[in-house]
T-cell receptor, first 114, second 112 residues
């Protein structure tokens, strides 16, 4: 079974802090994704990566950056956390075989910025 | 552009009732369609998928048929259980694209 793990289930940070969210997958997947999930808005794509050191902006990249130094690990960085970044963050990975690709999700990190 | 629209919830049903959650999509190419389920406190899990028109995806008693003529992928189950209580997301992915487009989710509450 594919396993996607996220470093924390719950995180509380203060405004202005630099925040790192880590995601690791164990199935040698090419693609990795970061979403945020908010009530009534569903999932919105922040960034995705289709290869090591490659990244592309999603629909809401402002205020975020990412890093993918190794194939299995994809980090989401909030350079200076703000209260409007309080949300559930979901990481996903997929094999990378095109349109029939299934995304596999981690359990999520619920981030609260005070 | 690509988008997915699903019925707003919450949907509340009694155990053994019939379930339909509507999903329609807009796509510029030839998408694959998915239903994901999110149980409380967990991430999303793939429930079923269909990759071309008229395909039927099925899993755990849930079914959805890819209808190109109506651009729909409605989720159905003949007899829901309390354990089906969750949030259901419809999604599409276009061929050779890595991006997924998710609907806003429909919360299902099943009462004993």
């Amino acid at each position: 079974d594919v396993k996607v793990t996220q470093s924390s289930r719950y995180l509380v940070k203060r405004t202005g802090e630099k925040v790192f969210l880590e995601c690791v997958q164990d199935m040698d997947h090419e693609n990795m994704f970061w979403y945020r999930q908010d009530p009534g808005l569903g999932l919105r794509l922040i960034y995705f990566s289709y290869d090591v050191k490659m990244k592309e902006k999603g629909d809401i990249p402002e205020g975020y950056s990412v890093s993918r130094e190794k194939k299995e690990r994809f980090s989401l960085i909030l350079e200076s956390a703000s209260t409007n970044q309080t949300s559930m963050y979901l990481c996903a990975s997929s094999l990378g075989d095109g349109g029939t690709d299934t995304q596999y999700f981690g359990p999520g990190t619920r981030l609260t910025v005070l | 552009g690509n988008s997915v629209t699903q019925m707003e919830g919450p949907v509340t049903l009694s155990e053994e009732a019939f379930l339909t959650i509507n999903c329609t999509y807009t796509a510029t190419g030839y998408p694959s369609l998915f239903w994901y389920v999110q149980y409380p406190g967990e991430g999303l899990q793939l429930l079923l998928k269909a990759t071309k028109a008229d395909d039927k995806g099925s899993n755990k008693g849930f079914e959805a048929t890819y209808r190109k003529e109506t651009t729909s992928f409605h989720l159905e189950k003949g007899s829901v259980q309390v354990s089906d209580s969750a949030v259901y997301f419809c999604a599409l992915s276009e061929w050779n694209f890595n991006k997924f487009y998710f609907g806003s989710g429909t919360k299902l509450n099943v009462k004993p």
